[in-house]
């Protein structure tokens, strides 16, 4: 009896802090309430990653707010069309075709920004790859592009914000990272060390910020759980089956989250009750909660996945499909149990 006692109040405190999660959950992922609209109206907003998925998502959002939006990508008509729509919902937009991964690139925008809007109050990257497989089977100039991409990147990015920001006094720098930024998933070895070497950069950054008197300078680091978004599309796929997650939140959670990021002083966002059950899971039974997260992927990704050939994505070069904010991965996953379903 002595020996069950304490794994049962273990289990108590662990329903405890999920319930408490998705609670707090439905805070973080609503829209702005009309407080948080005025104090973004008319701030400045660097979206590094804003032709499609979460960056295409925050940028039409924060229109509808009144902000000035400066749009970064590599794909220029996407970025023209997403201008439109931050024009048409009464914000301010400037579109500036670059890749993050070129640190001249990530210059020119910030000047850019600067010379449009006078300052930047939050710069936020977005733009990110992903490469699905078995680590030995992903080429390795795949995986340094994304390291280049997720990780080079967002330092380049980053040092640029916090120059201007040190300049300004002031400044919030958000980094989408990924709830891999605390538990890492199997067959996404390169992704996962991206976004768990931008966390650590991040915590180390506001330590620096806060010891040097910036008190007014601040980075955040948002961990979705997988979302419906082109990501899946645009990644580096050597697994053999078509990129997928079980149960993906929505865009719109995450688009929500990291506005309100740009509002609040935390270092650290977990978006959504499955984000942060699996980050309280994790600093409580690391091992475990890794062991089941890649028996989850296994059997979503290598054995239950329609089959796919391997592709480079958008690793390397910029694709033509997957312009929206939501990819109908979601549905296009429901249609295939059903049809497993029917079949078996």
Known sequence: MKTDMPFRHMSLYVLLLLLISFYMSSCTTAELGS???RKTAGKTFVIVGASSGFGRGVAEKLGTYKANVVLAARRTDLLEEVAG???????????????ISKPEDVQRLARAAVQEFGDIDVWINMAGVGGIGRFWEIPLEDQARIVDINLKGVIYGSHAAIQQFRTQGYGKLVNMGSIESVNPLAYHAAYAATKGGMLNFGQALNHELRLNGHKKIRVITVEPWAVDTPFWRHAANYSGGTPRMAAMDPPRKVVNATIKASLRRKNELPVGWKAKGAWFSHRLFPRFTERVSANIIHKYQIKNAPPM??????????MESGRGVDDGVRQRMKEERKQRRKSN
């Open 35 to 37: 407080a948080g609209r």
């Open 85 to 99: 729509k931050v024009r048409a919902g009464g914000g301010n937009a400037l579109v500036v075709t670059m890749d």
């Open 309 to 318: 050939q391997p592709t480079a994505g958008a690793v390397h070069e910029p």
